[in-house]
């Protein structure tokens, strides 16, 4: 397994401390961390970046963008993304399909408990079925392409995808749909990321090491909390589920994730020793 982080949190670390971002590349890929995990509106928007990241030894591993799937044609985009992926060597990318209405994510919510209702709001739903056709078009632009297509579990209520039950029916009903799991985001919707491992495991392409700490707790208040801190100092269960993935098989990235971090240098380096203490283990 090997290590990456957000291109963001270089960014804002950058922005917190006032050190150029190539420095910052430097510092990440001294402390252990091998690939960025980075937005295709940032790869588009500054296509100096690639070279800027080469230079610094670190590979891009993950390009992730959003849609709208559900309301309208995002073809042009869904070629713009396969085809900024291959040149620039990802061998993943991550697509967050779109979002429901407030009114449809409480019907969803009321189901979500139950995978024999989920699915049948999702069968029902036709902004759920046109995501689902888009991620099924997006797979076959990316097939022979060597590019793996993910979902992840989202943190936000309106995501068709925030719930484990939801997330198993898109990847039984888009064949080829793989799953980056955000070991942190079950929490927002106040489900065990252990059980929704148990769960979606087989499916697993690319994982997200996001912890959570203690206040903000998300709606519904029955979380611990969703504050941002480096990965390893929170409650949630990082290194059991890291060692879950090592027995079986997992080889690929593990992405440093603390989207806000008050001190976002600070926490890639901690979070950077964590993960390569855990991987060092027997």
Known sequence: MK???????????????????????????????D???????????????????????LAICCVYAFYDMGNRDEGARERLHIDMAKSVGAGCILVVPGF?????????????????????FMERNESVRKMAAGLC???????????????????????PLSRMYGILWFLKNVPGLK???????????????????????DY????????????????????RGLRSVAVGDGYLPIAELVRKLQKEGYDGFLAIE??????????????ALFLRNLLKEK
């Open 3 to 33: 290590i990456s982080v957000f291109y963001d949190h270089i960014l804002q670390a950058a922005e917190q401390t006032g050190k150029p971002v190539p420095t910052l590349l430097r510092m990440s890929r001294q402390v252990g961390i």
């Open 35 to 57: 690939g960025v995990e980075i937005n295709l509106d940032t790869l588009c928007e500054n296509p100096g970046i690639p070279d800027m990241l080469r230079e610094a030894g």
């Open 100 to 120: 429901l209405t407030s009114e449809e994510s409480e019907e969803l919510q009321d189901c979500c408990e139950d995978y024999e209702r989920t699915a049948d």
């Open 137 to 159: 078009s997006i797979i076959m632009r990316a097939n022979g392409k060597g590019i793996k297509v993910t979902v992840e579990d989202f943190d936000g209520r309106t995501s």
């Open 179 to 201: 799953f980056t799991l955000d070991m942190g985001n079950f929490t927002y919707s106040n489900e065990d990321v252990t059980e929704a491992y148990e769960l979606l495991g």
């Open 204 to 223: 697993v392409a690319h994982v997200h090491c996001k912890d959570r700490g203690e206040e903000l707790s998300a709606p519904g208040g029955n979380n």
């Open 258 to 271: 603390h989207f806000d971090a008050p001190d976002q240098e600070a926490c890639i380096r901690h979070s």
